[in-house]
């Protein structure tokens, strides 16, 4: 069976630095696109990232560039997002989920939380 | 960025009732191959989204055909046809076609 599961989540203080982690299992994870998506408190989702199979292309949200970096690893079924310089407004649900070339957006982990405040 | 226009924003609704929620984008979702990028989620609660239509109407295996979807370029539906409980949660569209990827703001069904 398919199963991503988001690490990582925590508090952490404005300015600071952040890593999140999702391991895949029950799919060849080295073929697939993946994406890091995040639902902002009291607001709908926001797309955050996305990462070509072998690593070679990286995509940001215009707001994220420079401060968030996605990256993968594949030997070991594992996607990264590092957030950077962290605001309150990057408060947020961040879900790790895989693209499907034909399907979209077809499968979701469950999520991990991130609280910045100070 | 598309904007994504998910309406309404809650519904209540009897079981063996029909439900309907409206995506609107404001430009076309057709892709360069003609398909037409717009997915439909179910969040239930305490579990992970789900894929229910990829491309507009192409239902996931496995997803019941109470569900279809339906619509063109800029304005499409997602219709329940009989509603049942387990069929409670937070739907949302979201678009594939053009980077930023954007989502409607979701609908909130109950049941009555």
């Known amino acids: 069976e398919v199963h991503l599961v988001e690490s990582g989540g925590d508090l952490v203080q404005p300015g600071g630095s952040l890593i999140l982690s999702c391991e895949a299992s029950g799919f060849t994870f080295g073929a697939y696109w993946m994406t890091w998506v995040r639902r902002l408190p009291g607001k709908g989702l926001e797309w955050v990232a996305n990462?070509?199979?072998?690593?070679?292309?990286?995509n940001y949200l215009d707001s994220m560039k420079g401060r968030f970096i996605i990256s993968r690893d594949n030997a070991h079924n594992s996607l990264f997002l590092q957030l950077n310089n962290v605001r309150e407004e990057d408060t947020a649900i961040y879900y790790c989920?895989?693209?499907?070339?034909?399907?979209?957006?077809?499968?979701w982990g469950l999520g991990t939380h991130v609280t910045v405040s100070s | 960025e598309i904007v994504m226009t998910q309406t309404p924003t809650s519904l209540s609704v009897i079981p063996g009732q029909a439900a309907s929620i409206s995506c609107k984008s404001t430009?076309?979702?057709?892709?360069?191959?003609?398909?037409?990028?717009i997915y439909w989620y179910l969040e239930r609660p305490g579990q992970s989204p789900q894929l229910l239509i990829y491309?507009?109407?192409s239902r996931i295996p496995d997803v019941p055909d109470r569900f279809s979807g339906s619509g063109s370029k800029t304005d499409f539906t997602l219709q329940i046809s009989r509603v049942e409980a387990g069929d409670v949660g937070l739907y949302f569209c979201m678009q594939g076609v053009k980077l930023p990827w954007t989502f409607g703001q979701g609908t909130r069904l109950e049941i009555k």
């Open positions: 989920a895989r693209v499907d070339l034909g399907r979209g957006v077809d499968i």
């Open positions: 430009e076309s979702l057709v892709n360069r191959d003609g398909a037409t990028n």
């Open positions: 491309d507009g109407f």
């Open positions: 990462i070509k199979p072998d690593g070679g292309e990286e």
